[in-house]
């Protein structure tokens, strides 16, 4: 049997030095392109998503290239995924030449044609618009920047190959302004912005990954269970912070249980989803249960859509599989006390299943 290829979180003093940062501490620049504007082999994308008081979800992303094709040229695009208070869904893309993109480095300032993000790790403005739909949306974080530890997974023996992920706004307010076919809808609620990086295929690096994030009262949630690729051991990699207001108050992974139950196969894709996650944080000192319950699909799927061309010709012959699903429900916080549960909260959230490669046999 192959030995595994070694895959860990940075976490030491190398690793910071290495990257310029400061533990426990996060700078504007983070939130800024980390890649050369899309230089070859790397891929990078700024996320926004929100989930307003009427139970509207939406979602913007902007990317500099398609996530799964990373060898090749800048494709700067943004898209937009919107599910009204009412169910109807609407999901849409703006893409544009390498030529009128522009990303700074001193912190999130991007242009893709008429669609921009800016923001300063407090305050955010996006705006989007295509022939359908336009979308305009001002983020303000309730929660400080965080990212576990220097937000690197590294993989390789000399750490060669990496994937990045900074929360810049952990849980925020979100005030936006939605049209869809010429009708002008305005909201409140509540919205998260995320960075994510890196310099190797996706794919080749991670088999799946849980993400999902929620605000349930005065508690704010970010949570993920990432699974390596085969070569790597499928090696686990928890992450997990829960905030009060303007204050950590867990995010040690290393303290953490998760488990999936309620498994089923869903058809659109044929991967495994489970109706229930729970992340259980046991420090000795607080326990809390954090718990998701899954109500709907909102988005299901085959990633091979998203490429094109002779790329996605060469995904089919290699027996590229991989699958996006987006869920709404229910995230519960569960605060304990000697085993019992002292305190009970829950609210809407959106969670997410993204799965790279085969399921692990």
């Known amino acids: 049997m192959a030995e595994k290829i070694k895959s860990r979180l940075g976490t030491s003093q190398e690793h910071y030095a290495r990257l310029g940062m400061k533990?426990?501490?996060?700078?504007?620049?983070?939130?800024?392109?980390?890649?050369?504007?899309g230089e070859k082999g790397t891929y990078e994308w700024w996320y926004f998503d929100s989930h307003m008081d009427d139970g509207t979800t939406l979602v913007i992303v902007f990317y500099t290239k398609h996530m799964m094709s990373p060898k090749g040229p800048p494709v700067p695009h943004v898209t937009i995924s919107l599910v009204t208070a009412g169910g109807q869904p609407y999901a849409g893309e703006f893409e544009v030449s390498a030529a009128p993109f522009t990303a700074s480095k001193e912190g999130c300032d991007v242009?893709?044609?008429?669609?921009?993000?800016?923001?300063?790790?407090?305050?955010?403005?996006?705006?989007?618009?295509?022939d359908r739909a336009e979308a305009t949306l001002r983020l303000t974080g309730n929660v400080p920047p965080w990212r576990?530890?220097?937000?690197?997974?590294?993989?390789?023996?000399r750490d060669e190959r990496y994937f990045a992920w900074l929360p810049s706004v952990p849980e925020g307010s979100v005030e936006a302004s939605i049209t869809l076919d010429g009708k002008t809808t305005h909201h409140s609620g509540t919205g998260y912005h995320d960075h994510n990086w890196g310099n190797?295929?996706?794919?080749?690096?991670?088999?799946?990954?849980?993400?999902?994030?929620?605000?349930?009262?005065?508690?704010?949630?970010?949570?993920?269970?990432i699974y390596g690729e085969k070569k790597y051991g499928y090696n686990e990699f928890p992450i997990?912070?829960?905030?009060?207001?303007?204050?950590?108050?867990?995010?040690?992974?290393?303290?953490?249980?998760?488990?999936?139950?309620?498994?089923?196969?869903?058809?659109?894709?044929?991967?495994?989803?489970?109706n229930r996650l729970v992340y259980d944080y046991d420090d000795g000192a607080v326990r809390y249960r954090i718990s998701?319950?899954?109500?709907?699909?909102?988005?299901?799927?085959?990633?091979?859509?998203?490429?094109?061309?002779?790329?996605?010709?060469?995904?089919?012959?290699?027996?590229f599989d991989g699958a996006y699903h987006r869920f709404t429900g229910n995230a519960i916080v569960e605060r304990l006390e000697d085993g019992r549960v002292v305190e009970k909260l829950e609210s809407p959230a959106i969670w997410e299943l993204m799965y790279f490669g085969h399921i692990p046999c």
């Open 23 to 37: 533990k426990g501490s996060v700078e504007q620049w983070e939130d800024g392109t980390r890649t050369n504007s």
């Open 111 to 130: 242009q893709i044609g008429p669609c921009f993000c800016k923001g300063n790790l407090r305050e955010y403005h996006v705006y989007f618009k295509n």
């Open 148 to 157: 576990p530890e220097t937000g690197h997974l590294f993989f390789g023996d």
């Open 200 to 225: 190797a295929n996706i794919r080749d690096l991670l088999n799946h990954w849980y993400w999902g994030r929620a605000k349930i009262g005065d508690y704010r949630v970010i949570t993920s269970y």
């Open 240 to 274: 997990f912070l829960l905030a009060g207001k303007e204050r950590i108050i867990a995010d040690d992974a290393a303290h953490l249980t998760f488990t999936a139950s309620g498994e089923f196969i869903e058809e659109q894709t044929g991967k495994p989803v489970h």
């Open 292 to 319: 998701y319950e899954r109500q709907k699909s909102i988005v299901n799927y085959k990633m091979i859509g998203e490429l094109r061309g002779f790329i996605k010709f060469l995904a089919r012959l290699a027996g």
